[in-house]
């Protein structure tokens, strides 16, 4: 019996070594007494570095500082490991070899290791690295930090295969094919097996499907997609050379297969070297400029819906080589299986993904489809931007105007001009509210449900913009969000006073008009005082208030000046701005224009509308004993009060000799 018991345990211990696992506990105070730390104060830290080698059952721990101390960290009573950009931490036997190692995130941001040799990946917030190796190094190099709760180190006693410092275990057949750049993988005859000699870097990676990107001296760029198991990456992560695969074409793609020798990457590249090229506008370029196995982005496309098969299409508005507009589209497949949004014809995306050629076609695995961001409204009148689009800015219900129009602005003061942000250049100024008509068409009940409110929520503002060029209006293809309890004190508006300034106002904008009344030939004007200007009036947003008016008496009115025909474009000219000189408009292209802002008379092409107006000077011929008894302010519901609604208020004034006067105005 004795004998068959020692046959029995001599045959385990041949079947596999021996296996220990190691916890490095930095997330409890127990844990970190246990590796001879003292747990730090609340927002304190303990440097690794300054601790030594730490020791727990057999493994050592060592720790390089990077941009910040390699420490232990309390945050609020929680403890974490953080490992800064280009800062480490080994782990190493000094017998027997180390096989896998777990690491636990405290957090998942910024969870990005690279190791030096051995497999690593990530799912979720655990990593998980296998190996045999005497020691293995764990960098942190992208920003921020890398925050661990815990690592577990699983250790043997066989000896080390993949020993960092050692020789290669799977070394390359020295009569193989070389291939020094992605740029000569296709002109290799198909089946070809080669060993690539220079570095290149992950583009993307998902399952089997790896992309390379690979820059020369020039900074041309030249791409391939590699098809096989290969360890994980991270994005920008350089492999080094020497890993091997075959040229292989696969219904008209020509990729990599069977990878082997692919190393742990040896450091990162700069982020700007990963971020997808800008396609938008140019997608008729990708095929003919060979954008195959290349990460781009499309900003602006709209979609069609995606089908059962995970197939879509993206329809981009370019313009040819001659300047006119073309309309591209593209194939798409859900390859990744991301969550896809549903799709609004009126809307605009983004999309983010690899292109590749399926059966000879050139097609998009999309990373990320989101919705495009809005437009911002000065953009739309600096830019002259018109056709279909969305308004991002929290716009403000001012009035209604005719023919089921309704008022808006965006009442900025300043302005994040952002027009080369790509460039790193952004800046704020100093602008001036702009003004844009909603126009519900024949739906009554939608012009009526948008006058009942008092800010829209900005991206649900949805249409075609049109008139840039005079009385810039967006004519809605759904129902906005109005804001509830927005925050809201005044509209910033501006005064044109005829005698003194040259109006610079822009069509459809409420502002104040200042200047005399005055009758010609039957039909009412504001002028300057020496009617040197005269600007038609239309009473059409306040019929009443023509009748109230004393010829010769100076008034200040507001008003909604509107611009009755485009202004006339010449080099470099736009439409009059305040604050910064525009780019000329390509808006601008009606055949009949009007009158040049430049000319003495410009401003007859201006008609002022006004809502409310108050009179500026001493009137000697008005009856000065009638005296005002009561006022009473009426909002668009109905709602009758004392004191000025926020937004549109009919005004109803009494006097003493029971007569009254009904204006509208805005507050």
């Known amino acids: 019996m004795r004998n068959f018991l020692s046959v029995v345990l001599m045959s385990l211990v041949a079947m596999g070594a021996l296996a220990d696992e190691v916890t490095f506990d930095f997330s409890s105070v127990a844990g970190l007494q246990a590796m001879g730390i003292t747990p730090p104060a609340q927002s304190n830290g303990v440097n690794l570095t300054d601790v030594g080698t730490i020791t727990v059952d057999g493994v050592n721990l060592t720790a390089v500082n990077g941009s910040t101390e390699t420490r232990v960290w309390n945050s609020q009573g929680s403890y974490t490991l953080r490992i800064y950009v280009d800062g480490s931490i080994t782990f190493a036997v000094e017998s027997g070899s180390i096989t896998d190692v777990t690491v636990n995130a405290a957090s998942i941001n910024n969870f990005d290791l690279l190791v030096n040799v051995g497999n690593y990946s990530v ?51 020295p009569n193989i094919t070389k291939l020094d750049s992605l740029a000569n993988l296709e002109s290799l005859d198909e089946g070809t097996e080669f060993q690539f000699t220079t570095e290149a870097y992950v583009q993307y990676q998902w399952g089997d499907y790896l992309w390379l990107m690979q820059l020369d001296e020039e900074y041309y760029a030249y791409a391939a997609m590699v098809y096989g198991n290969v360890r994980q990456y991270p994005v920008g992560a350089v492999i080094p050379a020497g890993w091997t695969g075959k040229k292989t074409t696969y219904k008209g793609l020509v990729e990599i297969t069977n990878p082997t020798h692919f190393n742990a990457a040896t450091h990162l590249v700069d982020e700007m070297f990963t971020e997808p090229f ?86 998009l695995y999309p990373i990320t489809i989101e919705e495009a961001p809005g437009t911002r409204l000065w953009k739309v009148a600096y830019e002259g931007l018109e056709g279909n689009m969305k308004l991002a800015d929290s716009l403000y219900v001012v009035m209604p105007l005719t023919d089921n129009q309704i008022l808006v602005t965006d009442n900025a003061t300043e302005i994040l001009v952002d027009t080369y942000a790509e460039w790193g250049y952004t800046w704020y100024q100093d602008w001036y509210p702009t003004w844009i008509a909603l126009d519900c068409g024949d739906d009554t009940d939608l012009f009526n449900t948008i006058c009942q409110m008092q800010v829209l929520a900005p991206n649900t503002v949805k249409g075609e913009v049109v008139d840039v060029a005079t009385n810039p209006r967006l004519i ?141 000077t001493a009137i000697e011929n008005i009856d000065t004993a ?42």
């Open 123 to 173: 799912e979720g917030t655990v990593g998980t690295w296998s190996g045999s190796t005497s020691s293995v190094t764990f960098t942190h190099s992208t920003t921020k930090n890398a925050q661990i709760a815990t690592i577990v180190v699983t250790t043997s006693d066989e000896d080390p295969i993949d020993d960092p410092n050692g020789e290669d275990p799977n070394p390359v057949d």
């Open 278 to 363: 800008d396609m938008t506008g140019y997608v008729s370029y990708i095929e003919s400029d060979h954008y195959e196995n290349m990460r781009v982005k499309i900003n602006g496309i709209t979609l069609s819906e995606i089908d059962s098969q995970g197939n879509f299409t993206i329809t981009s508005n370019e313009e040819d080589a001659n300047g006119n507009p073309v309309t591209v589209t593209m194939a798409g497949y859900n390859k990744f299986g991301i969550e896809y949004p549903t799709v609004d014809p009126t809307e605009k995306y983004n999309i983010d993904g690899m292109v590749t050629i399926y059966n000879n076609n050139y097609q």
């Open 476 to 616: 809605l293809s759904s129902t906005p969000i109005g804001i509830t309890d927005p925050d809201f004190t005044c509209y910033h508006t501006y005064i044109y006073n005829l005698s003194y300034d040259k109006i610079q106002a822009l069509g459809n904008e409420y502002a104040l008009a200042h200047g005399k009344y005055k009758l010609i030939n039957g039909e009412p004007y504001l002028c300057s005082a020496e009617d040197t200007v005269m600007v038609r009036l239309d009473f059409s947003l306040n019929p009443d208030l023509q009748s109230h008016l004393v010829e010769g008496i100076r008034y200040e009115m507001m008003s909604v000046f509107k611009v009755d025909e485009p202004w006339e474009v010449e080099e470099y000219a736009a439409v009059p701005q305040r604050s910064f000189k525009a780019a000329v408009s390509k808006a601008i292209k009606a055949p009949e224009l009007k009158v040049h802002y430049s000319d003495l008379d410009y401003y007859t092409n201006y008609t002022i509308m006004p809502v409310s107006a108050e009179i500026v």
């Open 626 to 667: 009638k005296q005002v008894t009561k006022v009473n302010y009426v909002s668009p519901t109905g709602i009758i009060s004392d004191k000025p609604f926020p937004g549109v208020n009919i005004v109803i004034t009494k006097f003493n000799d029971g007569t009254e006067i009904v204006t509208k105005t805005v507050k």
